[in-house]
């Protein structure tokens, strides 16, 4: 089993629809989660993280952790095809330790 | 405010060289992490560094070595180069606090190209 596993896709959504992508992880330890978002030739870019249960929103984008079933996911409102990347989620189990990352979800927004 | 930065941004090596790959945290942060990434794949943690020490490395073999200098800047080393080693290699920059910890910053990147 893999530490942190994500559907590689491709995912794709009408532009102005909501994409959901999905995430789950295997240590019971892990504290903090992280999704980056990654356009082709290019270096991750921090979306946002989270560490508590719930929800957590920042613009169009809403990150939800369940640590209860393993699970965390990313939603985007308001699909752009600007927002067609490979979404990689992390996870952490200390703080200021290694992030480990799924192998990343491509999401393809078409207008 | 300069970001995370790194060089070269490519290169071509040729098996069994050595390559030197460099990064810049952003500033205020003092962690420097590198990750390898190849094509279709999430990114590897290699090694970390902080106050100038090997905090945690990854599962990658003892080519692969690194150092912070004072400033808190790295290096990454590749000794006897493979050809499986060509990918993306990537520093990461955090800090020590909880918010500065959770903000982990990623550079450009070096593509590594070896033949």
């Known amino acids: 089993q893999k530490e942190v596993e994500q559907n590689s896709g491709p995912l794709s959504v009408p532009e102005g629809a909501i994409a959901s992508l999905n995430c789950t992880y295997s240590?019971?330890?892990?504290?903090?989660f992280f999704w980056y978002r990654q356009y082709s030739g290019k270096s991750p870019e921090l979306i946002m993280f989270?560490?508590?249960?719930g929800d957590k929103e920042d613009g169009r984008f809403t990150a939800q952790l369940n640590k209860a079933s393993q699970y965390v996911s990313l939603l985007i409102r308001d699909s752009q095809p600007s927002d067609s990347a490979t979404y990689l989620c992390?996870?952490?189990?200390?703080?200021?330790?290694?992030?480990?990352f799924g192998q990343g979800t491509e999401l393809s927004v078409k207008p | 405010d300069a970001g995370v930065t790194q060089s070269p941004t490519h290169l071509i090596k040729t098996r069994g060289q050595q390559v030197t790959l460099r990064c810049s945290p952003k500033s205020g942060h003092d962690t420097v992490s590198w990750y390898q990434q190849a094509l279709g794949q999430g990114p590897q943690f290699i090694f970390q560094y902080y106050e100038e020490e090997e905090r945690q490395r990854g599962n990658f073999p003892d080519r692969f070595s690194g150092h912070q200098f004072p400033n808190y800047s790295s290096e990454l080393n590749v000794n006897a180069l493979l050809l499986g080693d060509s990918a993306l290699y990537l520093c990461a920059s955090s800090g020590r606090d909880r918010f500065s910890g959770n903000t982990i910053y990623f550079g450009e990147g070096s593509w590594l190209t070896v033949v």
């Open positions: 989270i560490y508590s249960n």
């Open positions: 240590d019971r330890g892990s504290q903090s």
């Open positions: 992390a996870v952490r189990n200390n703080q200021g330790g290694k992030l480990i």
